[in-house]
């Protein structure tokens, strides 16, 4: 990583210059993710990383003398709010992408409005096949998607576990539906039961009238679609009622936040992970020490080695072609990354071919790594 990033400084200096590219000492990259909230645990993680990677790049001048600077900016997990946020980051000249957002149901809307200006917008963390489909060519994802996620969840309960009949929870968001379809889908597909399916609202903090009726239909495990918060709620009000089953979720809920706010009744749950855990790859040795160091006290969150390594995946593509954002969302689109989350390239639709899951499980108060499966297709 570092060689690499060694050579690309001497590519700078003339790509950038030859390109007609900054025009000035300084650009912009802006991370967008909920800096507050209930799902500012994910988001803050981002933050950590996104500032991390500003700093090493700036310190290694990867950019010659132009001076890159963060701007993380807070949407809130409001889809409205990531809209107004997206407005201002397009008017911003010396913004170069983005990196963002955390939530599917933000991301969408949000890419809308950088498509008017061609900038291209890179996520550690939004899932939902849509965003990507939806045939703009300046939107990419370094993450997995829902349907490879969703799929993988209910193989690996019924498969695996042995498990034949599950509830559905979801929270109404384009993330924790669409992953919970997509579970559904799959579960009956391959003969499984789904005993209930059901929404809350996010914000809800009282989920004992469902998980009555939910407890009364019989499953032998619960899967929830949608972020910590809740479905910390859930499972720890799921044990109050004797409901003693695990509760499976996706990446939306793999935080040390989810133990936490469930205490010992997180105690077995599991959660699928979007990629490896850093703690498996061995170029991101370097990365979790230095992380440590520059954050002590700090957990690494999921997608923080993720949102690390799209921050440097726009920050080597432009070194390559420089400020036009059509030659930058070309150069994103063929490039071939090999950093902290292991190699990185697109598909047709901006997608990454690198497709692996893993599962984790808590014990002792803490999500573990579980299980891996190289690649899923």
Known sequence: MKVLHLCLILCALLAVAGCGGAGSNQVKIALVCPLTGDDAAHGQGMKRAFIMAVEDANAAKMLGDIVIEALPMDDRSDPKEAVTVATQVISDRAIIGIIGHLNSGCSIPASKEYAKRDLPMITPASTNPKLTQQGYKNVFRVCGTDDVQGSFGANYVHDTLGLNTVAIIHDKTAYGQGLAEEFQKQFLAIGGTVTSFDGIDRGEKDFKALLTRVKSSGPMLVYYGGLYAEAGLITKQMK???????????DGIFTSEYARIAGSAAEGDLASMVGLPPSKLPLAKDFLARYAQRWPGDDVEPYDPLTYEATMLLLDAYIACGKDMTKLNQTIAGI???GIIGEVSF?????????AIS???VQDGRFNFYEHVPQVQ
């Open 347 to 355: 598909d047709e639709n901006g997608d990454n071919r690198n497709k």
């Open 240 to 250: 109050e009622l004797g409901l003693a089953v695990p509760l499976m979720g996706g």
């Open 336 to 338: 071939v990354h090999n």
């Open 359 to 361: 599962m984790n499980r």
